[in-house]
């Protein structure tokens, strides 16, 4: 449908080619689909959620036949004239008013107590009309009690009353009736019977449909699919804690601002304590989590938690879903599940490589890896294709508060969370907010690709692999900013019949090598430093170069204090030491230049002195260093070796950029002990007791 903005007439529809799951859809579920192209069509020029609009074409236009179409979309343009107040016409529709005495309009309708009034007053406020302080009974209040928690769009009849004055101020607009936009019924049986004339993959493009994309296009993959369907997950998964970065113009947020009434999306992140949770004080009123089944969080770079106890009451309700700020309402429940959405700027793959995905996060979390094990699921969203014309669908899909209500009446109070276990466990890496995890996300595709329950083993395993695959990314990145605390993460499944375990990879992991197989140049050094600021690890790599000259010493790249220290040390010491080790010649004759790169973003250290001097001398005497090495450790002024700190972490980082030999002081031999087998599996450790007995194991033969 094309619409002339002059004279405000309906062009007729434009013809589409009806298909075979158009018009199964059409039988199985009449009344209840609409074409999606209507809604992206007649919505130019109106700010309302797509379920609204789908609420009056879904009224009119639930059918394929074109004048029936037609004649639908004229009674719905009439409806949105009559009804859908644009922002432009709030003073239009106070004359209005006070000339009918009563009007009917479909209004985003929010409301506020004041405790301040005398016995207390409620308010309601209608966002499109502008209009405040409009009279409305307590007892239509309490019954639609999201009015409070970001209103409610609504068929909503006003009166007009110029003798309501309250406190000396004529206040004439009073709110007669409310009745919340939405399907009459939507049960259960009759859905499931809907879907049972379907096949798995029709029933997946019905509801890539329902979200308005087009499954058929060359870049809708089987996987892809699976994303977009990731992201209804926290509909009917109550507690869900999803995260998605990615790149811009994805569609991250659109489900969660369009979809369905019961989410509801906070622009940029930011949201009160008292109105996320709760308030603290008289009267207690509960807040977004306890009214809503989605809280979604757009651009979460943004976000910020003022005190530190905020970002424990975020960390202790996406763990049990439950809270209590100290009030006389005790611990209340929620079943709202949280959802981040965020840019991720750069080639995830360097990033993977470098450093870890949870960089868009503000630094008040990012580094926070208690608040990130809750995370459920990690879509990866450099995976969704940027928004194109042809993505979107001409074709039938659900009307969306149908689905919504589904979702939230029929779906989401059932749970699958234990069907997995009929035919698989899970691995010894699986520890139990891993299992939780993975049996959530499994739980919520088969709720939305089997509502009734009733899957084959083999559709169990996809989803179950696709769940372990969501949670491992979660882990990976623990495992890059915790070392060896979160050093579990081959996460896999076992089946029960065969006894066969199957571990699970992530898709970005394939490329995480930093260390070179070959030789290195001589003067060319990887180790492992840590920062003390940021209590993290950080993989570095020295190179040096040492040619005749006037005596110049010069560190460039990363130059903290703490690393142009070890640097110097190890080239003074080498400068005392050099002729017992054989070298004949002065450094003092000689320019030496040191670049140090922080390969996973680094940037302080104050242990690489070893690195330092094996890189001198191996610049010095032209010599390679081993294949794969990475040398630990510090020294002092006189070649006195400090036993390494952290060296399960250290040899963690280590194994993960490619290392597969390590040179460790002997002093850490006891610590063997302590370090997991995967490390001592992976890796050859050398010792040595002295600066030269580490320089002639480092040098390649």
């Known amino acids: 449908m094309n619409t002339s903005e002059e004279n405000g007439d309906l062009r007729p529809v434009d013809e589409i080619q009806i298909d075979a799951l158009d018009r199964k859809l059409l039988e199985a579920f009449a ?25 009056l074409l879904g009224k009119f236009c639930s059918t394929s036949n074109r004048d ?64 405040d302080f409009v009279h409305v009974e307590p007892e239509l209040v ?9 209103g409610i ?17 004529t206040r004439p607009f009073v709110l007669q009736r409310l009745a919340p936009i939405q399907i009459a019924s939507a049960k259960h049986d009759e859905f499931v019977e809907g879907r049972r004339r379907f096949s798995r993959d029709e029933w997946t493009d019905v509801l890539i449909r329902t979200m308005g994309y087009e499954p058929t296009h060359p870049d809708f993959s089987q996987r892809r699919k699976w ?29 969660f601002r369009e979809l369905s009434p019961y989410a509801i999306l906070l622009s940029g992140g930011q949201v009160t304590i008292p109105k996320l949770f709760a308030s603290n004080a008289p009267p207690y009123e509960p807040g977004l989590v306890t009214r809503w089944d ?104 659900f009307i969306a508060d149908y689905i919504a209500e589904i979702f939230h009446n029929e779906l989401r109070p059932r749970s699958f969370a234990d069907l ?51 949670r491992r990314r ?23 019949e065969t006894r066969q375990e199957t571990f699970v990879s992530c898709n970005e992991l394939g490329s995480t090598q930093i260390i070179p197989e070959g030789p290195l140049p001589p003067g060319d050094v990887f180790t492992v430093g840590h920062d003390p600021d940021e209590g993290r690890y950080s993989l570095f790599r020295i190179q040096c170069s040492v040619v005749p000259a006037g005596g110049r010493f010069a560190v460039v790249g990363v130059t903290s204090k703490g690393i142009r220290e070890s640097a110097r040390m190890a080239y003074d010491y080498l400068r005392s030491n050099g002729k017992k080790i054989g070298i004949d010649r002065d450094l003092a004759e000689y320019d030496v230049n040191i670049q140090v790169m922080s390969l996973t973003s680094g940037k302080e250290a104050t242990d690489l002195g070893m690195a330092f001097y094996i890189a001198l001398l191996s610049a010095t005497l032209g010599r390679q260093i081993g294949a794969q090495l990475v040398v630990l450790g510090q020294m002092s002024l006189h070649g006195v070796l400090s036993r390494v700190e952290g060296l399960g972490d250290k040899l963690r980082v280590a194994m993960d950029a490619g290392a597969r030999r390590v040179l460790i002081p002997t002093e850490n031999s006891r610590d063997f002990a302590t370090l997991p087998a995967e490390v001592l599996d992976k890796l050859r450790i050398d010792f040595y007791s002295e600066p030269s007995q580490a320089a002639f194991k480092a040098l390649a033969d």
């Open 68 to 131: 029936e179409i037609d004649s639908g979309l004229q009674q719905v343009k009439a409806t949105i004239s009559e009804r859908i107040v644009r922002a432009d016409q709030s003073e239009l529709i106070k004359a209005r008013l006070q000339k009918h005495g009563s009007m009917k309009i479909i209004d985003l309708c929010t409301a506020i107590f004041d405790e301040k009034d005398q016995g207390g007053k409620y308010w309601a406020r209608l966002a499109a009309s502008g209009l």
């Open 420 to 470: 997995y276990d009929r035919y698989f466990h899970l691995g010894s890496h699986v520890e139990e907010r891993d299992r939780k995890a993975i049996a959530r996300t499994t739980s919520g595709l088969i709720k939305l690709l089997h509502p009734d329950g009733d899957c084959s083993k083999a559709e169990v395993e996809e989803y179950l692999r696709f769940g372990i695959e969501l």
């Open 294 to 397: 989605v809280v979604a969080f757009d651009e979460v770079a943004g976000s910020h938690f003022k005190k530190p106890e905020d970002k424990q009451l975020y960390k202790d309700y996406m763990e049990m879903g439950s809270f209590s700020r100290g009030s006389a309402k005790g611990t209340i429940q929620g079943e709202a599940g949280f959802v981040f959405n965020g840019n991720l700027d750069g080639d995830v793959e360097t990033i993977a490589r470098t450093s870890h995905l949870f960089l868009p996060f503000p630094d008040t979390i990012r580094t926070d890896m208690a608040f990130h094990d809750r995370w459920h699921a990690y879509l990866p969203g450099w995976e969704m294709p940027k928004m194109q014309p042809g993505y979107f669908t001409p074709h039938m899909g």
């Open 474 to 496: 979660v882990k990976e990145q623990l495992r890059r900013m915790g070392g060896v605390e979160y050093a579990r993460v081959n996460l896999s499944y076992i089946d029960k």
């Open 153 to 169: 769009w609504a068929n909503i009849e006003l009166l007009y009353d110029e003798t309501m004055v309250h406190r000396g101020v």
């Open 227 to 255: 994303l977009y369907l990731l992201r209804l997950v926290p509909m009917v998964e109550k507690n869900f804690n999803l995260v998605e970065l990615g790149p811009r113009s994805t569609g991250k947020s659109y489900v």
């Open 142 to 150: 309490h019954k639609h009690e999201r009015l409070f928690t970001g």
């Open 31 to 55: 009344g209840r689909v609409v074409r999606k192209d209507l809604v992206k069509k007649l919505k130019v020029g109106f700010n309302i959620p797509v379920y609204v609009m789908e609420y």
